[in-house]
T-cell receptor, first 112, second 112 residues
């Protein structure tokens, strides 16, 4: 079975803090994705990566950066957290770019 | 702007009945279609993927794709209370670099 894990299920941070969200997949997938999900706004793509050290902006990259130093790990970084970044963050991975995406359990981030 | 449209619901279905969910999409070059189930507070879980016109069955679930009419549907037979969730439709296009367009989801409530 595909396994995508995320470093935290719940996280509370202060405004201005630097926040790291980690995602690891164990299926040798090429592609990895970071989404955020908010009530009424659905799933929105922040960044994705189709190879190690490669990254592409999604629909809402502002305020975020990413890092992919190893194939299995994709990190989302909030350089200076703000209250409008309070959200559910979901990581996903896929083998091919048109194939199924498998999601991790999500991280519920609250920025105070 | 590529769009994926779903009725938000809630769709109320008696236990044992068939739940029918619909999804329409605007991008004619879409080629991969997926249904996800999401329980409240949890991450999306892949139920079905479909790539070619026609029906695809997996247990109590049947996905139907009609590319000419640009819709994909999901049937849930013998609905159970455990099927109560939000169902997300996702579409991937040949020109989207593996980026999915997600619908807003249809909430299904199965009543005993």
């Amino acid at each position: 079975d595909v396994k995508v894990t995320q470093s935290s299920r719940y996280l509370v941070k202060r405004t201005g803090e630097k926040v790291f969200l980690e995602c690891v997949q164990d299926m040798d997938h090429e592609n990895m994705f970071w989404y955020r999900q908010d009530p009424g706004l659905g799933l929105r793509l922040i960044y994705f990566s189709y190879d190690v050290k490669m990254k592409e902006k999604g629909d809402i990259p502002e305020g975020y950066s990413v890092s992919r130093e190893k194939k299995e790990r994709f990190s989302l970084i909030l350089e200076s957290a703000s209250t409008n970044q309070t959200s559910m963050y979901l990581c996903a991975s896929s083998y091919g770019i048109y194939n199924e995406q498998f999601f991790g359990p999500g991280t519920r981030l609250t920025v105070l | 702007q590529k769009e994926v449209e779903q009725n938000s619901g809630p769709l109320s279905v008696p236990e044992g009945a068939i739940a029918s969910l619909n999804c329409t999409y605007s991008d004619r070059v879409s080629q991969s279609f997926f249904w996800y189930r999401q329980y409240s507070g949890k991450s999306p879980e892949l139920i079905m993927s479909i790539y070619s016109n026609g029906d695809k069955e997996d247990g109590r679930f049947t996905a139907q794709l009609n590319k000419a009419s640009q819709y994909v549907s999901l049937l849930i037979r013998d609905s159970q209370p455990s099927d109560s969730a939000t169902y997300l439709c996702a579409v991937s296009s040949t020109d989207s670099w593996g980026k999915f367009q997600f619908g807003a989801g249809t909430q299904v409530v199965v009543t005993p």
